[in-house]
């Protein structure tokens, strides 16, 4: 069975580029180098250019999260499946995904909340 909702073409009217950058293996927790015996970082994924719908929370949205959300925060709309704790690059700004709402079954997209990444924060 189909989609119930075909919103295909309008997530293609709307998607901008962004950049997805899966979270560390957790198995990797870095090594010393044989040879020099200097710490090694695991190796960061290369990020994924796609596409993707970036928008707002509407204010009533934000009033209704008790504070859990800010202005600063965004939604994510995109047929692709990410995992929690990705990071989005989408138009200089870095978040982090924290919550997916599968619309997948029925409508063919998913929504990810998105938090905003400190600048200070790597």
């Not at 009533?60 to 859990?68: I, V």
């Not at 499946?81 to 989005?88: F, L, Q, R, T």
């Not at 138009?91 to 619309?103: A, F, I, Q, T, W």
Request: hydrophobic fraction near 35%; charge should be negative.
């Amino acid at each position: 069975m189909g989609n119930m909702f075909d919103f295909s073409d309008l997530i293609e009217e709307y998607s901008l580029p962004i950049q997805i950058i899966l979270p560390a293996d957790p198995t990797d927790k870095g090594h010393y180098d044989e040879d020099t015996g200097e710490w090694v970082q695991p190796n960061p994924s290369e990020p994924i250019d796609t596409k993707g719908v970036v928008i707002p929370f509407s204010s009533n949205e934000l009033y209704q999260s008790g504070g859990r959300l800010s202005s600063a925060d965004r939604q994510l709309i995109t047929t692709m499946d990410i995992p929690i704790k990705s990071i989005v690059v989408s138009d200089g700004h870095k978040y982090s995904v924290e919550r997916e709402l599968p619309y997948k079954a029925y409508a063919g997209f998913n929504l990810y909340e998105l938090k905003w990444v400190s600048a200070f924060e790597q």
